[in-house]
Every structure is written in structure tokens, then in C-alpha cells.
């Protein structure tokens, strides 16, 4: 988190425990709070949510926030509300709040941690197949129901398949989420030279099919070679700038199981550990992927990638599958 964006956080916190202890009394009658305690604790929870989002992931984060009010929700039930009906008392507004914010936090953390999960994709790392400004839905049951922040699985479902697109949480830092295709599985050996990849010994199928056009950030216009390439019955386009390197040595990064890689100056060999993944971009030459951090535990894996929900700049591309 950027340090300005760090100081809104501890604004918006500080602000709304102010506005929470100086905010007044419900009067009697009166079905609300004061609107400067209901602004109080909506800048609490964002406050709250910034500052442990840099210590946690979001559904860590959730997680913590879903504790603490399902607590006071649980306590309210079984013994405040109790207590106030023989005195004729209210509940006070941490209660009363706490009681309104745990349902809907208890179902988003539901959904988000084995339904469904958005996201939006950031960089042109996935290009033709998918652009900037795409907001995707995530399947997060697919690959088995797991234990919310651990991530272990608790249920098998699926197992994990080349060619699928996934989101993950980055090796190098955890708490950022990736997607990429898969390309290789736990045994996998992956190879890639002249722009070409061979998992096992077999190279991919992949025929041209003429250039692409993009605008990447803004500023440069691109022209890339388009491919069809083909992995265990699944069928996609990836790109290929001519003349660019296969693997830009400077960049590799020190990463676990890094003996299990070979690179030279044409390309690279892995060997994919077990309980890994081999991730790569289908923008070959413009994308950060396993070549240069290394292999996906599976305990970094969300989901599995299968809609476009929206994209603003191009609504056409609403309902699109993932492929």
C-alpha cells in the first residue's frame, strides 16, 4: 500500500471513532442513529479495511470483521437481548450496528470464498483472450472447497488442467492476485524455445492466424503475431512479438525450486515440483509469469476463470467466455 494511501486509511479510521464517541444518543422515538454515528462507522470499516488489507489478504480481512460482528450478533441474541427486555433498555449503536453489518458480511465472505469471486484484469499479460477494463468471474469451488486464508483443501472437487486460466495469489507477494493459463501440472516438464512450447516432450499445437492490434497503457501501439495453440482439447490465441526474446534472463528472479529450471539464451526447461503449477501468459512477450518467479503452490490457487461480466469501455464483451 502507497504511504498516501495509508494516511486516507488512518484519516478515515480516526474520523469515524470521533464521529462514533462524540455522535450523541438515539432519542427516544426515533428508529436511527444520528447520521454522523451512521457516518461514523461506515468510515471505521473502510478505515478498518484498508489498514489490515496491508497486513492480510481481503478475505483474511473479512474474515477478522465477520468474527468480531458475528460475535456481538451471537452475544446480542443470547443474552443482551434478553437482559434489555426485562429493563426496557436499547441496544447501543455498536451493538445495534454490529447486528446490521454481520449478515451481509457473512454472505460476501460466503460467496467470495467458495462461489464465486470478480475480479478485474489489470494488464494486456492475457491479450487476445482477455483485455484491460475486463471484469471476470472466478469459479471458486472448481478446484475443491477450502478452508477460508489457509486454502487447503477441504472437499475435492476438480483437479487442476493444462490450458485452464486461474487466478492466483503471486508467489512473491501473496497478498496480489495474478491470472495466467496453466501450462504445466505437478510431474510436468516445460520447455520453451524459438517461441514455441513443449510440455513432456510434445510440442503444442499452434497455427498463425495473422496479427493483432493493441494499445498498451495508452501510449504505444502494438502489432503482435496472433497463434492458435492447442493443449488437451482446449483451443486459444496467444501472440508473439517478432524479435523479441524468448526469456529476458535479467529479470529471472531466485525462486523456490529454481534448480528445476534451465535457462539459456534460446529459452528455458522446467520441471514442474509436486503440488505445483507452470503458469504462463498468452501474451507471450509482455507478460511476468512462471519463467521469470518461478512455480504456483497450490495453496496460492482462487479459481478458475470462466465469464466476462462487464467491461465498460466495450460492452460487447459482456458474457464472453473465458477460454
Not at 491470472?179 to 501440472?185: P, T
Request: proline fraction near 5%; glycine fraction near 10%.
Amino acid at each position: 500500500m502507497g504511504s498516501n494511501l495509508f494516511w486516507v486509511f488512518v484519516a478515515a479510521a480516526v474520523i469515524g471513532a470521533v464521529l462514533v464517541l462524540v455522535g450523541g444518543k438515539k432519542q427516544p422515538g426515533d428508529k436511527d442513529w444520528p447520521q454522523s454515528v451512521q457516518w461514523g462507522y461506515l468510515a471505521l470499516v473502510i478505515g478498518g479495511f484498508g489498514l489490515l488489507s496491508d497486513f492480510m489478504s481481503f478475505t483474511a480481512v473479512m474474515l477478522v470483521f465477520v468474527l468480531i460482528t458475528g460475535a456481538v450478533w451471537a452475544l446480542d441474541k443470547w443474552l443482551l437481548a434478553r437482559k434489555r427486555a426485562a429493563t426496557g433498555a436499547q441496544a447501543g449503536h455498536f451493538v445495534d450496528y454490529s447486528r446490521g453489518f454481520f449478515p451481509v458480511i457473512f454472505v460476501v465472505f460466503v460467496l467470495r470464498s467458495f462461489l464465486v469471486e470478480p475480479f478485474q484484469i489489470p494488464s494486456s499479460s492475457m491479450r487476445p483472450g482477455l483485455v484491460v477494463g475486463d471484469f471476470i468471474l472466478v469459479n471458486k469451488f472448481t478446484y475443491g472447497i477450502r478452508v477460508p486464508v489457509l486454502n487447503n483443501v477441504l472437499v475435492p472437487v476438480n483437479q487442476v488442467q493444462h490450458g485452464d486460466v486461474v487466478v492466483f495469489n503471486y508467489p512473491p507477494n501473496p497478498k496480489v492476485n495474478y491470472i495466467k493459463r496453466v501450462i504445466g501440472l505437478p510431474g510436468d516438464t516445460v520447455e520453451y524455445r524459438n517461441k514455441r512450447l513443449t510440455v513432456n516432450g510434445k510440442p503444442l499445437t499452434d497455427v498463425q492466424d495473422g496479427t493483432y492490434d493493441y494499445l498498451e497503457q495508452g501510449l504505444m501501439q502494438i502489432t503482435a503475431n496472433r497463434y492458435k495453440e492447442s493443449q488437451s482439447g482446449k483451443n486459444y490465441h496467444v501472440l508473439n512479438n517478432p524479435g523479441t526474446p524468448v526469456v529476458a534472463l535479467s529479470q529471472v528472479q531466485d525462486f523456490a525450486y529454481r534448480d528445476n529450471c534451465r535457462y539459456d539464451d534460446d529459452g528455458f526447461t522446467c520441471k514442474v515440483p509436486q503440488g505445483h503449477y507452470f503458469m504462463m501468459g498468452d501474451n507471450r512477450d509482455n507478460s511476468s509469469d512462471g519463467r521469470y518467479w518461478g512455480f504456483v503452490d497450490d495453496k496460492l490457487m482462487v479459481g478458475k476463470a470462466f465469464m466476462i461480466w462487464m467491461n465498460f469501455s466495450d460492452l460487447s464483451r459482456i458474457g464472453s467466455k473465458v477460454q
